[in-house]
């Protein structure tokens, strides 16, 4: 129950007038009218309200009476805001800002006669809330105790430093709980300190009201909607940002799940089968590259919690405390680790930046005893994996048939065979990025930022002036007549094969190819697989389709015509 102001004072009145109005010490030292001296009593003690937000009031009360008569004197104190009047009984406390939300105490000394009595009251600051969760802000009052690790790796990057003091639209963004549809003590309510820049809560959802209960929020970091609330394109509101959800959405990256498979179908597709799921699962990817992440994807976790593509947080680690496993700031990539590739075995690719994170997955997995046993016995899968692009790039990793005198093969070569571009500009040192990721620079909200990872002609064309398109030089054409060349070759000298079509599969059935067909075609699905024709790496690209057409003709009876022989790699 509320009680009036002047219902208190009044009451405060009357506690005076009956507290005696002698005022002479007896004859043994005792206080007016004969009582021993003894502290003040606190009758009463009260704010009201009782509960306020960052720039409200409420008016503290203390009612106090002393046995002895003598006079009373105040003296209050607060942990945050101020006082109209310290030493009043009933003096405002404003509070500007608070750190947190919760219960603040204030506390005054009521001292007659010499004897001081001390009483407290209870303020909720930030607690006049709605029902349900509420955020409390600053990391190091509500998650450094149990989290020190991850506040000291998070106050490192950007989100730690996002607050912009001078633009109140930004903080939408640079600040944490911005929310226009819920009254939830975001920083669009209370524009305080403790909420400023990127925290916790911003991305694990509001902590209150109490955070031992808290769960964090992931499923919207998995799917990269929790980073796709700020880091999308906002040219139609009143602020600017960069499309980088948008430009991400549009990708492979971000569209196999609906335009290729359904989630289940993905997750049978990816999550069934030996270790796909590290690549093409984004929990899988966390599995290897995530010291922290503590679900294990092969004990039916895609099955009851379901599966996510590689988005935002699966690339980035928004909190980096795993020493090698990430990048380096800002970007904080995960697997930026030399590249270890299965043929020639333990091979190591190195120096690439931040391209080592698209490399880790884009890259061949056939061992060489795979790959013998495609050769000898067949297989369904008869070529370098899908994604050989690391390879590629580096100019490592196919087989040079008739390497050894039993018909078998060998890498291609030990030394890598550069791509044309390894000693131009950066692109040596950061292959996929500098090409797949053209951004447009000059602002912190560029146009754009590289994430549908499609390289763009305008590129090339600052090298490559008079080219309208990717077939720089011809380049394309020549590999593509190379691949025709090769393809002829081996359906002339099977003809079963000729007649059930070129496929992977039917290349790799034993009912329809010979051996020695099947090292020439490895050449031609290591060019395929990788899928640029010779723009990743051209000398490369020359040289393995050339090596497997010279070795086929020389151990098959029917020659074809070799249009793409005229090209040379060197």
């Known amino acids: 129950m509320r009680v009036s102001m002047p219902a208190y004072l009044l009451l405060l009145a009357a506690l005076l007038f009956t507290a005696g109005c002698d005022d002479d010490d007896d004859d043994n030292g005792n206080g007016p009218g004969g009582v021993e001296q003894q502290p003040p009593v606190i009758a009463n003690l009260l704010a009201m309200p009782d509960s306020i937000g960052p720039g409200g009031s409420t008016q503290l009360l203390v009612v106090a009476y002393d046995l002895n008569g003598d006079s009373l004197s105040y003296q209050w104190s607060v942990p945050t805001g101020e006082l109209s009047d310290e030493t009043s009984a009933s003096p405002v406390w404003t509070v500007f800002q608070a750190d947190s939300a919760g219960v603040y105490t204030a506390t005054v000394d009521v001292t007659a006669g010499g004897e001081t009595t001390t009483g407290m009251v209870s303020v909720g600051i930030l607690m006049d809330l709605p029902e349900g969760a509420f955020y409390l802000g600053n990391n190091e009052m509500v998650c450094q105790h149990c989290h020190s690790d991850y506040i000291a790796a998070w106050s490192l990057t950007a989100h730690a430093e996002a607050y912009k003091s001078s633009d109140e639209e930004c903080n939408r963004c640079h600040s944490t709980g911005w929310n226009d549809t819920l009254n939830n003590a975001g920083y669009d309510e209370l524009m305080i300190e403790a909420l400023r820049d990127v925290q916790c809560e911003a991305c694990h959802g509001p902590l209150g009201p109490d955070p031992t209960m808290h769960e964090p929020e992931i499923q919207g970091l998995l799917s990269g909607e929790t980073c796709g609330n700020c880091h999308h394109d906002s040219t139609a509101e009143p602020i600017a940002a960069s499309p980088t959800w948008e430009e991400w959405a549009m990708s492979d990256h971000g569209t196999v799940i609906n335009d290729t498979f359904t989630v289940e179908e993905f997750i049978e597709e990816w999550g069934t089968f030996g270790d796909c799921d590290h690549c093409h699962i984004g929990e899988g990817f966390l599995f290897v590259w995530d010291e922290d992440w503590a679900f294990d994807p092969s004990a039916g976790y895609y099955e009851e919690f379901g599966a996510h593509m590689i988005s935002c947080g699966i690339c980035h680690d928004p909190h980096p405390t795993h020493g090698s496993l990430t990048g380096t700031e800002p970007l904080n990539l995960r697997a930026t680790v030399p590249i270890e590739l299965p043929n020639p075995t333990g091979y190591m690719i190195t120096g690439w930046g931040q391209s080592l994170l698209c490399g880790n997955c884009h890259r061949d997995r056939r061992t060489p005893q795979y790959i013998s046993n495609a050769i000898q016995n067949g297989s369904p899968r008869p070529a370098p994996h899908p994604s050989a692009e690391s390879n590629m790039v580096h100019g490592i990793g196919s087989i040079a048939p008739g390497a050894d005198t039993t018909l078998g093969y060998a890498t291609s070569n030990t030394v890598p065979v550069p791509h044309q571009h390894a000693n131009v500009g950066a692109i040596g040192q950061d292959p996929c990025t500098e090409c797949h990721m053209i951004i447009v620079e000059g602002s912190p909200h560029d146009p754009q930022t590289g994430h549908t990872f499609m390289p763009e002609v305008s590129f090339c064309q600052n090298c490559h002036a008079t080219d309208e398109d990717f077939d720089v030089g011809g380049v394309k054409d020549s590999v593509e007549m190379l691949m025709e060349d090769l393809e002829n070759l ?56 050339n090596q497997s057409l010279t070795w086929y003709d020389s151990v098959v009876t029917v020659s074809q015509p070799k249009r793409g022989w005229t090209w040379t790699w060197k």
């Open 490 to 545: 081996i359906l002339a000298n099977n003809p079963d094969l000729n007649a059930a079509g070129w496929s992977e599969a039917n290349v790799g059935d034993t009912t329809l190819t010979t051996p020695e067909a099947r090292v020439a075609a490895w050449a031609w699905f290591f060019v395929e697989q990788d899928g640029t024709f010779g723009i990743h790496n051209r000398d490369y690209t020359y040289q393995i389709l």
